[in-house]
């Protein structure tokens, strides 16, 4: 299942960052991309590109091994980078919209995806001039249940907003907010709809210029279209949290505490329900040498359980380890390792998935550049054996950038 969600290789095949681009991670992220976005002045950019990719994958429906069937895949993409720095602050875009054709299987799985996020900072003085405010909006087939490989048409759209309402040389004062609904558009996934508010306040304390230490105190609440596969819950958590900017050779965000989650209906009672679960996150970017860059992503948390005939939770553990090495001014080799454990609580359909990726890319032209890539994923079931499933992956692509 981490296959279908690869990172986007293509957005910056020279500097992949790491941090969870559809993941979401609430009031966490919120304050990572808030420093991130009032510390850094980048110069103004318009980057507009085209690309086609072919795959081959020889288990798509991602089943086990004697039901395997594999195919051939065309990919049609467009992006668009746009940053622009004012006075106040900056403001920009960053978007994606492709087709994938399944040669085979067109009926069942092509599908169009579009991805958009566009954002706004006013960074400066205390005051309204330290405020980041982000939407998001994609569409996209979403895994449901690992034990089935089912995925659904998901509509998601999002705001991320954050406002240092108190600041002065030595503390910072931060409200952080995000508002998250995903909409499932077919008839027999219709009860996955939901809704996520969070909201939470962050007090902390500027050690340095470069190092923020404070504490993250928060309330999140999900509400389901109804019922009948899902209770409604409450979170309510509590971090510690550090955002360490040295330069931009190296940056850190981490934040662990615990979490107490609440839920409504069949599920209240359940394991996990109202008890305290640790909770963790941690993104770092290091370049060691000019021409490596070395991206880290650590995570923990409860979440809903999506298991099959599951209420209540889940927790779950992933990590990702992505290398990217400039071999000469012409050619970049990128790498990625991942790992994810579901730990389901109301279940026995326990998984352990794992996912490598390697990119090589050349620059061709100046506005052309070709790649060549292969994946490999597998998950195990911890309990159910007789599930486990594995898929490779080779792609061959071609970017044009203007």
Known sequence: MLAKKRFSWLRGLGCMAIAAAVSVQGASSTLGDFFAATAEVLPN?????????????????????????????????????????????????????????????????????????????????????????????????????????TDARTFTNGVKAGWEVLGNDKFGLLLAGDWRYVYYSQDDFEDHSN???????????????????????????????????????????????????????????????ATRKEYDGVSSGSTGDEDLTMNYDLSLRYLPLANIALDLLLRHQAEDSFSNGARGMSENNSSNLAVTWLINP????????????????????????????ILLSYQWRKSIAVYTGY????????????LDYDAHEVRLGMTWNF
């Open 45 to 149: 950019k318009l980057a507009l590109s085209l690309r086609q990719e072919f795959r081959y994958n020889d288990n798509v429906f991602e089943a086990i091994s004697s039901r395997e069937r594999g195919g051939w895949i065309s990919e049609t993409g467009a992006t668009v980078d746009w940053y622009r720095s004012i006075g106040l602050g900056s403001y920009g875009l960053v978007g994606d919209l492709s087709y994938e054709h399944y040669h085979q299987f067109s009926n069942e799985l092509s599908t169009v995806n579009y991805s958009l996020s566009p954002h706004l900072v006013l960074a400066g003085d205390a005051g309204l001039r330290n405020v980041m405010l982000s939407f998001h909006s994609t569409s996209e087939m979403t895994p449901i249940d690992n034990s089935e490989t």
């Open 375 to 386: 994946n490999y994923s597998i998950t195990h079931f911890k309990y159910e054996h007789d």
């Open 195 to 257: 809704h996520r508010y969070d909201l939470s306040i962050a007090p902390y304390y500027k050690l340095s210029p470069k190092t923020n230490l404070g504490l993250r105190l928060g309330y999140a609440w999900v509400r389901y279209r109804n019922n009948l596969q899902h209770d409604d819950s409450e979170d309510a958590y509590l971090n510690a949290f550090i955002n360490y900017r040295l330069s931009q050779k190296f940056s850190l965000m981490a934040a662990a505490g």
């Open 330 to 357: 012409k050619t970049t080799l990128s790498q990625r390792l991942g790992c994810s454990f579901d730990d389901e609580k109301t279940t026995d359909l326990d998984t352990l998935e794992y996912d490598y990726d």
